[in-house]
């Protein structure tokens, strides 16, 4: 599904990749964790076409160039980045931006567009399998939404917009454990045979809630070791510094 | 390090600035249009064409001898090319060889340019349940509607006709909220004004539809010049709506409008502006220079005047909408969306002046400035000292495009009453690269990002427009903008 090869990267003529490899394949959850200042953001906001960076190497999206694509198209091939930071936009309701959101993929698919009542089921649905609260939607987009509700909302509209590839940017970060056990369910509720996920963290702890098949440990620039559920484990115990 | 704090200009995005202009079409179109010049003969030839009575001609006369004597206003942060007087046509109409007794007898290429604009004159009339008068350069063309709002006693025509049909009316309220010594436009309106619309609601009658006006100028080298009068008598409500187009023209076209509305006891006048005059070109060439004077008197207790406006064109616009609370408990409202892009300037606010006692004014201001534009908010609330108990709040937010245009907020406060206080809040933001980046990685492209984001910025204005020209206004401030982030 996504296959990275030899990926570099720099912004003000810094480089932050140094030539990364990565394959994923439907069905697969890959994590990725690294030390602060590892590249880990940056690889996400490569990914979903932040601008910006100067890049080099190849992304295909199931054997598409990525990196030709902009922005929104990515997000109509499929691709969503749950932010670490999901930004305010006062005085659009949650449901008016999901509701254009969903209707602009639909439309750039060449699918039918949701009208009014089709959406509000839909949304409905959802938050109903996810547990969440629908007052949420009511309200102006991320604005004045505490750290747990907005990585819910990215979590919910994650489930609406039904991508390919999901790519969790440390979205455990500044949750508790009781948030951050709603939002590893609803992760859970989403998985399936077709689906994939690339989640970057810095904690062990998100994966003993979301279980994935790969984790890579992501150090200056390049993943420096490959592995299984186990590697996640160990890195805790020995730390970042020391792990070679 | 951060990329989200690089504010370079996107040249992708400041391509996508230059946008045409929907409305730039010309109708050809004959008409008579009198030679360019200005001078008492205009006048009484003006006052002639249009068959006037002798008290109509006489204020005309002394508005006209007031004016020679004032100075064009150098006005705050405002570079206006030199208007040459002498070089306007002050009257310009279709030629028609009988006036039109019925839209059936009105030539169709006009009814064709009405229904480019999307002005709903014909069967969409019905549709809308929306009642149009139709300025078209100076005259006013038709008048739909017009037998339903008679049912109701509510009279709506063109100034023209009212003069005639209603000249006790007229007489009475004229000139009464905005005098012709009011100021260097006002004045010059008051002189050459051909047309515009008059309303009178009845005592206690709720107007059955919204009353709408569209002003469109179309001959090169007029002015447009219309006056609308608006009556609300006692325990009446009303709700009146005005568009503006104008083609694509080089050089710059003056628009000085005038509008007096009167509340009395227990009335209520909601009036709505969706300006789109042709703004110019990209480079500032062209346009219309927009100077307006809008004022609305509540002068009855417990009356109430809100206006909203939706102001996306014109080179330059000034104008503020004022309300002049002299009832007790009246209450006045402003409600202003101001888009400014390219080379465009607008100095817009309002004037609150409370008077009565237990009066409440609310001020609500969205500034939207992008490319080159600079935008003014300037306001004045003023408090007397008798009265007492009164109120006003005021927010002013501004939102910036790109980094080449300007937002400048200069709120006037005067309290002369201990018992009153006065609230101003102000804000000042800019669309990040992040929020869009944010919509984009949600499938949106830059244009509907904006157009997203903006909306949600001006909705407290939007929500007071009626139903059917929220939508209208909605798509206005997408087009308005499209592209117009660096």
């Not at chain 2, 409202?333 to 009565?356: C, P, R, V």
């Amino acid at each position: 599904m996504l296959n990275i090869e030899n990926l570099k990267a720099k912004i003000d003529n810094k480089e932050i990749l140094k030539g990364l490899n990565l394959n994923i394949k439907p069905g697969e959850v890959h994590a990725i964790m690294g030390p602060n200042g590892s590249g880990k953001s940056t690889l996400s906001n490569i990914l979903s076409g932040k601008k910006g960076y100067e890049v080099n190497g190849t992304v295909s999206f199931e054997g598409e160039n990525l990196l030709e694509l902009e922005t929104e198209e990515r997000a109509h091939k499929g691709i969503f980045l749950a932010f670490q930071y999901p930004l305010e936009i006062p005085g659009v309701n949650t449901n008016t931006f999901l509701k254009t959101s969903i209707n602009a993929i639909k439309k750039a698919r060449g699918e039918k567009e949701l009208d009014a009542i089709e959406f509000l089921k839909l949304i409905k649905q959802k938050s109903l399998e996810l547990k969440f609260d629908e007052k949420i939607l009511s309200r102006q987009l991320n604005v004045g939404f505490s750290g747990g509700e907005k990585k819910k909302n990215e979590i919910l509209q994650m489930s609406i917009l039904d991508p390919k590839l999901s790519i969790l940017d440390e979205t455990d970060s500044g949750l508790d454990i009781d948030a951050l056990r709603i939002v590893s369910e609803g992760v859970n509720s989403l998985r399936n045979n077709k689906k994939s996920f690339l989640i970057i963290t810095h904690y062990q702890r998100l994966l003993d809630y979301i279980k994935p098949d790969f984790v890579h440990v992501l150090k200056n620039g390049q993943i420096i070791k490959s592995g299984d559920y186990e590697l996640a484990k160990e890195l805790e115990k020995v730390g970042y510094e020391d792990f070679n | 390090m951060d990329p989200d704090n690089n504010q370079v200009s996107n040249p992708e995005i400041d391509n996508l600035i230059e946008k045409n202009y929907e409305f730039g079409f010309t109708t050809e179109i004959e008409s008579e249009t009198i030679p360019p010049g200005l001078n008492e003969d205009v006048i009484r030839l003006i006052s002639k064409k249009k068959d006037e009575p002798q008290f109509l001609l006489d204020w005309r006369l002394k508005a006209f001898n007031h004016w020679l004597k004032l100075k064009e206003p150098k006005w705050g942060k405002l570079k206006i090319d030199e208007i040459d007087y002498q070089n306007i046509s002050y009257f310009s109409a279709p030629k028609l060889e009988n006036a039109p007794k019925s839209l059936d007898e009105v030539d169709p290429k006009l009814l064709e340019t009405y229904d480019k604009l999307g002005i709903p004159l014909h069967e969409r009339a019905k549709l809308a349940g929306v009642a149009v008068d139709a300025v078209f350069d100076s005259v006013s063309v038709a008048t739909t509607f017009k037998k339903k709002l008679a049912e109701a006693g509510v009279i709506f025509s063109s100034f023209s006709e009212a003069v005639k049909e209603h000249p006790e009316l007229i007489k009475k309220y004229l000139g009464k909220v905005v005098p012709y010594r009011d100021n260097y436009f006002a004045a010059l309106n008051a002189a050459v004004f051909s047309d515009g619309s008059f309303v009178y609601i009845p005592k206690g009658v709720r107007c059955p539809m919204e009353l709408s006006t569209y002003f469109r100028i179309n001959e090169a080298n007029t002015g447009q010049f219309e006056r609308t009068l608006i009556v609300a008598d006692e325990g009446s409500h009303v709700s009146y709506l005005e568009g503006c187009t104008a083609p694509m023209r080089d050089e710059n076209q003056l628009h000085a409008a005038n509008v007096e509305l009167i509340a009395l006891d227990d009335a209520e006048i909601k009036y709505s502006t969706v300006q789109n005059w042709y703004p110019g070109d990209k480079d500032g060439v062209g346009g219309i220079y927009n100077f307006v004077t809008k004022r609305g008197l509540c002068k009855g207790k417990n009356s109430k005047i809100s206006w909203t406006q939706v102001e996306t064109g014109s080179a330059i616009t000034w104008k503020y909408p004022s309300c002049i609370l002299k009832g007790d408990n009246s209450v006045g409202e402003f409600y202003s969306i101001a888009i400014t892009n390219n080379h465009q300037k607008a100095d817009t606010g309002t004037k609150m002046i409370h008077l009565g006692k237990n009066t409440k004014s609310k001020i609500i201001s969205k500034g939207i400035s992008a490319g080159n534009s600079d935008m003014m908010y300037r306001g004045l609330v003023d408090i007397s000292s008798k009265a007492d108990n009164s109120r006003n709040f005021t927010q002013c937010d501004s939102l910036l495009m790109g980094n080449k245009c300007g937002a400048h907020t200069i709120p006037y406060i005067k309290n002369k009453n201990l018992k009153s206080n006065i609230e101003h809040e102000a804000t000042t933001s800019k669309i990040s690269d992040e929020q869009l980046y944010y919509c984009n990685q949600r499938g949106l492209n830059q244009e509907e990002a904006v157009s997203l984001i903006v909306n949600g910025f001006c909705k407290e204005v939007l929500q007071q427009l009626p139903m059917e020209f929220a939508v209208e206004a909605q798509k206005l401030v997408g087009i308005s903008l499209e592209g117009s982030v660096g």
